[in-house]
């Protein structure tokens, strides 16, 4: 009699070279690399202002302020900014997606229920006035993820088109596991619009649930 044969180790899948999301109209990309940061902000500035020539010191005011925001994001590990400009009538809806490359320091790839429990275990204390965020574990194309929803207060002037006063913003983070490797691929999604909180929510859902990874 034959021995039973060993079962055959599966073959981990190869990490991906990159990502793709797909963007509704109206939103900009800036790439945080510092070599190709600054071309994409002036992009994004003389956009703004096409076809405007007497607001000059708005316009730089813009481009310092996009410039130091998007130098912020790469020092915390982003990849990628992206900004709405998305547009109702003469208002333009402010939000942005900030993508970041987290890896995590595990030996293993640490699994995404394990992620939402720690991350539930850091959540804030409602009874110490910290709104409780939402964690969830939910299945994406790009394959399961942990899902966080955040309220936090603001100062008012967060954002072009903002409300004036302190408001209340709305973060909803995506935790992605990348194939093959111990990192976690971190979409964090925001905007100061409170009062559509749940609106916008769908959008970033939305969006989340577009990407794939590309060999």
């Known amino acids: 009699m034959k021995p039973p044969e060993s079962p055959v180790p599966s073959t ?24 190709q940061r600054d071309k994409s902000v002036d992009a994004l500035v003389e956009r703004q202002f096409r076809g405007i020539d007497n607001a000059p010191h708005l316009k730089e005011e813009l481009r310092g302020d996009l410039r130091r925001r998007a130098a912020k994001a790469y020092r915390s590990g982003g990849i990628e900014l992206y900004l709405s400009l998305q547009a109702v009538g003469p208002f333009t809806i402010p939000a942005s997606l900030l993508v970041t490359l987290a890896p995590l320091r595990h030996a293993e790839p640490l699994p995404p229920e394990d992620l939402a429990r720690a991350l539930a275990e850091d959540a804030g204390d409602e009874d110490a006035g910290t709104p409780v965020p939402e964690v969830g574990v939910e299945e994406l194309a790009a394959g399961t993820a942990v899902r966080v929803r955040r309220l936090a207060s603001q100062p008012g002037g967060a954002a072009p088109g903002a409300p004036d006063g302190d408001h209340a913003s709305v973060s909803v ?14 979409l964090t999604f925001s905007t100061p619009l409170e009062p559509i909180a749940d609106a916008m929510a769908g959008l970033f859902d939305a969006i989340a649930g577009s990407l794939t990874w590309t060999e």
Request: charge should be negative; charged fraction near 20%; avoid cysteine.
């Open 12 to 35: 981990p899948p190869a990490p991906p070279a990159d990502y793709r999301l797909l963007l509704p109209e109206g939103w900009f990309r800036i790439l945080l690399d510092p070599d």
């Open 173 to 186: 983070e995506y935790h992605l596991p990348v194939p093959g490797t111990t990192a976690y691929l971190l």
